[in-house]
């Protein structure tokens, strides 16, 4: 083989090129990349909503000897580098921590994301009759484009509490054996007017009614009998009324289970990957970590697709007040300065999703900026809208930081953006984060169809995101 040219040395040494993460990937690697995606798909099925997917960490976190931050105070239980502890705020919201080697004043590896995704609630005066059907009501929740949740099959999930405080769970149109619901469309033969709108104006949010029922409760001399036959029927299998539903939290998701996608099987399609797969990933990260330096964080949130507000968002005190717990815990005298010593000295991977590149839709992304399935975990610098507004913007310093930890673990990552300058935009929770002085940046999985009902991701990416999350807290 002829020498290399002194071009071709200058071309190898100076530029560089994002890697496909199948290349080169063995029979024994895709296997363990499939296993790994099997088990993810699994997570996805049981937690559809934020409070299923918060009970399933606190159920995996418990299994692998994590205990509860209430139980250690009160038992006066002695902690000690390498103790697991959990928090749980409001069935909604979850912290996992694995106490560090230093004290934690001297800041925390955290990797944050949330559980919330973009779906239809029931409102909480839902039920009625009209046409000769009987329907609900319904509100949607975070930035979805209406027509796609039309004449598509739908399951509802949720909370409703009783009079007397009895809480009842609901799960129905998952069992293959269960009815599901639907929000109709119009016929083409009649959409003429629909049709010439705005794709954002065809379906208003008003519409999104969901049909639950057509029989009528068989008796004469009865107003809204269909509406009485479908309340009949939740009552003698769930025991509720028609006032319970002003103490319920009911969600419309789609119905149905995670599903490989393509002939090669390389991609998953579901409902939820934003940002269930960053939660599910960083969760299996930090179940692999037992004495770290630092204290290792995994925070889950609620409520970011609405602006992070709440009691569950990142922008309650949640965090703040846990750690402040926890220092009360480790040190022999609390302050507050600890607390803001320790969030302050901080490191965060802000693990949310990016809009990755769609050959069909090339025109709102940069290509030579852009995020690609298949290429690995991604990492964003600054979010925002139009001219960086919002953005955490991280700063070259702790950028080089993860760069380098993810070169010196062999994994492979990729750049990115959401969209070209002047497209739009968006937000995660770093920039709540960075409030606190920490040092953060964006970083997760590439999707295709971000906040439609199914939503694309790759195999390999997947499992390359938890590579990445777990050389961060072993950093």
Not at 453 to 465: G, I, N, Q
Request: with cysteine.
């Amino acid at each position: 083989m002829a020498d290399e040219t002194k071009g071709k040395k200058l071309q190898k040494n100076l530029t560089h090129k994002w890697e496909n993460v199948w290349k080169d990937m063995d029979s024994s690697e895709e296997k363990i990349v499939e296993s790994f995606n099997e088990e993810y798909k699994e997570f996805l099925d049981v937690g559809k909503t934020e409070r299923e997917s918060a009970e399933e960490i606190i159920r995996i976190a418990k299994e692998n000897g994590y205990i509860e931050l209430n139980e250690v105070i009160n038992k006066n239980m002695e902690v000690k580098p390498g103790t697991k502890i959990y928090v749980n705020n409001k069935n909604k919201a979850v912290a996992m921590f694995v106490l560090g080697k230093e004290d934690i004043t001297k800041g925390m590896n955290i990797v944050g994301s949330h559980l919330d995704a973009p779906r239809i609630d029931l409102k909480q005066n839902p039920l009625y009759e009209d046409g000769e059907l009987s329907l609900f009501k319904t509100h949607y929740y975070g930035g979805i484009k209406k027509y796609q949740w039309v004449s598509q099959p739908l399951a509802l999930h949720g909370l409703v509490i009783k009079s007397n405080g009895d809480k009842v769970n609901i799960v129905i149109g998952e069992d293959e054996n269960d009815p599901v619901f639907m929000i109709t469309d119009l016929l083409p033969h009649l959409a003429k007017d629909q049709m010439g709108k705005k794709m954002g104006e065809g379906i208003t949010g008003e519409g999104l009614n969901l049909i639950v029922g057509s029989k009528p409760y068989n008796e004469d001399d009865l107003s809204d009998k269909i509406k009485l036959n479908v309340l009949n029927i939740l009552n003698e299998k769930y025991g509720i009324k028609e006032e319970d539903f002003t103490s319920a939290e009911l969600e419309v998701v789609p119905a149905g289970k995670a599903r490989d996608l393509g002939l090669d099987r390389s991609l998953v399609a579901a409902y939820g990957h934003d940002d269930r797969v960053c939660a599910f990933t960083s969760l299996k990260a930090i179940l692999e970590i037992d004495n770290p330096n630092r204290t290792s964080v995994g925070l889950f949130v609620d409520k970011e697709e609405i602006g992070s507000v709440g009691n569950t968002g990142m922008q309650s005190r949640f965090l703040e007040n846990t750690v402040a717990e926890l220092i009360d815990l480790t040190s022999d005298s609390y302050s507050e300065i600890k607390t803001r010593r320790a969030l302050a000295n901080s490191r965060v991977l802000s693990a949310d999703v990016s809009a990755a590149f769609d050959p069909n839709y090339p025109n709102v992304l940069d290509k030579r900026n852009a995020p690609y399935v298949g290429k690995g975990v991604t990492l964003v610098k600054y979010t925002g809208v139009r001219g960086k507004g919002g953005s955490n913007d991280a700063n070259a310093e702790y950028m080089t930081d993860i760069r380098r930890i993810f070169n010196e673990n062999d994994i492979i990552w990729q750049m990115g953006e959401l969209g070209k300058v002047d497209q739009g935009g968006g937000g995660t929770i770093a920039y709540m984060l960075a409030k606190y002085g920490m040092e953060v940046i964006d970083c997760g999985v590439p999707v295709l169809s971000m906040h439609a009902p199914y939503e694309v991701v790759s195999k390999a990416d997947v499992f390359m995101t938890y590579k990445g999350y777990k050389a961060f807290y072993q950093a």
